[in-house]
């Protein structure tokens, strides 16, 4: 089984500030990957950042950071520095390398004031 | 580069109606993804293909059923069409199983 669970329905932040959203997962596969997605209101899927389970170091990506915390198993999201353009639905998924599965959560709305 | 190219792009059904829902991704990709996006539901996996010459059920499989023509291509088939139904629908292709999915535009389909 392979479930991506976000708590987070919705978030807000202020610009130039940091927000972090919050994903657990569950997987039976020894090898892994997670991801982090934007979904823009144009509805367009864009990858954020991408996570190697067997990687101790966090991913970055610019303003994007993740911590990933295997044994909790636990995939957050930080974006520093904020701006009006980071406002969308972000989705956390999880994909194993066996079986090919590629799941998601229930994604978290941010949304950035001025 | 077209990448994952869905068609239709907005579809409306009658209850009881069939109809498929066309993909095809250009970048040569071997796995292939369906899933509904629905408010507060997220991204739900319907069916995925690993590679060409096999389908899987994901989560939400009952009242689709799906077809990988070939590599480039993986079709979605309602066949008795229902309100429940009336969601968004997302392909998604990626070459291999450790990288990203992309993902194309996605059907709006409602179903009255």
């Known amino acids: 089984a392979q479930t991506v669970t976000q708590s987070q329905p919705e978030m807000s932040v202020q610009e130039a500030e940091t927000v972090t959203l919050s994903c657990t997962y569950d997987t039976s596969e020894s090898d892994y990957y997670l991801f982090w997605y934007k979904q823009p209101p144009s509805r367009q899927m864009i990858l954020v950042i991408r996570q190697e389970a067997y990687k101790q170091q966090n991913a970055t990506e610019n303003r994007f950071s993740v911590n990933f915390q295997k044994a909790a198993k636990s995939f957050s999201l930080k974006i520093s520095d904020s701006q009006l353009g980071d406002a969308a639905m972000y989705f956390c998924?999880?994909?194993?390398?066996?079986?090919?599965?590629?799941?998601f959560g229930q994604g978290t709305i941010l949304t950035v004031h001025p | 580069n077209a990448g994952v190219t869905q068609t239709p792009k907005f579809q409306v059904l009658k209850t009881g109606q069939s109809m498929t829902l066309q993909c095809a991704q250009d970048m040569n990709h071997n796995s292939m993804y369906w899933y509904r996006q629905d408010p507060g539901m997220g991204l739900r996996l319907i069916y995925y293909s690993a590679s060409e010459g096999t389908t899987d059920k994901g989560e939400v499989p009952n009242g689709y059923n799906v077809s990988r023509l070939n590599k480039r291509e993986f079709s979605l088939r309602l066949e008795s069409a229902a309100p429940s139904q009336t969601s968004v629908y997302f392909c998604?292709?990626?070459?291999?199983?450790?990288?990203?999915?992309?993902f194309g535009q996605g059907t709006r389909l409602t179903v009255v």
């Open positions: 998604a292709s990626r070459a291999l199983l450790n990288t990203e999915a992309f």
């Open positions: 998924g999880a994909g194993g390398t066996s079986y090919g599965k590629l799941t």
